[in-house]
């Protein structure tokens, strides 16, 4: 039996980057660990080996990939935020999507009373919903 089934994103160089926007962007977000590539390590000295850190109540474990992918995040997967009020969708909306992508405007979709898909500047996907 697995005792932890967690997202891992796999960032090339950006993941500290994308770890300082994240807790900026969600209010009460931390750092549960943080290990850094040292140097004569395989990857670049400073930049993640291994993070674990807390967006709302779920934990997610990053890492900045020392081998080069021809591949990157797709929409496919996403983070589906349950927002309290429809500002803070339109509020982690704008955020979110500054550099990135909008998939789907902010609007009313019939399944929520607001919803909006974006991919952030590192393009990592989230659907931002307001029940």
């Known amino acids: 039996m697995p005792t932890s089934v967690l997202p891992f994103l796999m960032f090339q160089g950006q993941g500290s980057d994308a770890l300082d926007f994240y807790l900026f962007v969600f209010p009460h977000s931390k750092i549960e660990h943080i290990e850094r590539y040292q140097a004569g390590d395989s990857g670049a000295e400073g930049s993640i080996k291994l993070a674990r850190f807390t967006l709302g109540e779920q934990s997610v474990l990053c890492t900045d990939s020392p081998i080069k ?27 979110l999507k500054e550099g990135g992508a909008e998939l789907m405007p902010v609007d009313h979709y019939g399944f929520s009373t607001l919803f909006t898909w974006v991919s952030d500047r590192f393009g990592v996907s989230w659907q931002l919903n307001c029940a």
């Open 69 to 95: 992918h021809a591949f990157s995040f797709t929409p496919s997967f996403s983070f589906f935020v349950e927002c309290a009020s429809q500002d803070e969708v339109r509020r982690l909306g704008s955020l």
